[in-house]
């Protein structure tokens, strides 16, 4: 299994930007950030196959955010721009084995981050 960490959450006025990271103790393995709020389901915001090849986005952020990944690191990154109020989320790193076309759908990831908080204020 693998463990992932992430850090690099805060708080930012709209417009701003905040990159996040992950730490993961290896690095064979598709990741995606995800993001929640409190009563709502957790979403898919980006994904990266394991080699980095293929990226994958939400609508909500396309043109925003950027995943990327260092595998010699073992690191996952989200820059996020053009931060936006419902933006605010708890986001998640989540990893794993085995890629299929349902890169944004939570139950898909079996290795998940503690999360870190993202607020973005008017």
């Known amino acids: 299994q693998v463990q992932l960490v992430e850090s690099g959450g805060g708080s930012v006025q709209a417009g701003g930007s905040l990159k996040l990271s992950c730490a993961a103790s290896e690095y064979r393995y598709h990741m995606a950030w995800f993001r929640q709020v409190p009563g709502k389901e957790r979403e898919g915001v980006a994904a990266?196959?394991?080699?980095?090849?293929?990226?994958y986005y939400a609508d909500s952020v396309k043109g925003r955010f950027t995943i990327s990944r260092d595998n010699a690191k073992n690191m996952l990154y989200l820059q996020m721009n053009s931060l936006k109020v419902e933006d605010t989320a708890m986001y998640y790193c989540a990893a794993r084995t085995s890629w299929t076309v349902y890169w944004s759908r939570a139950a898909e990831y079996n290795q998940w981050g503690q999360g870190t908080q993202v607020t973005v204020s008017s």
């Open positions: 990266i196959v394991a080699g980095g090849a293929a990226t």
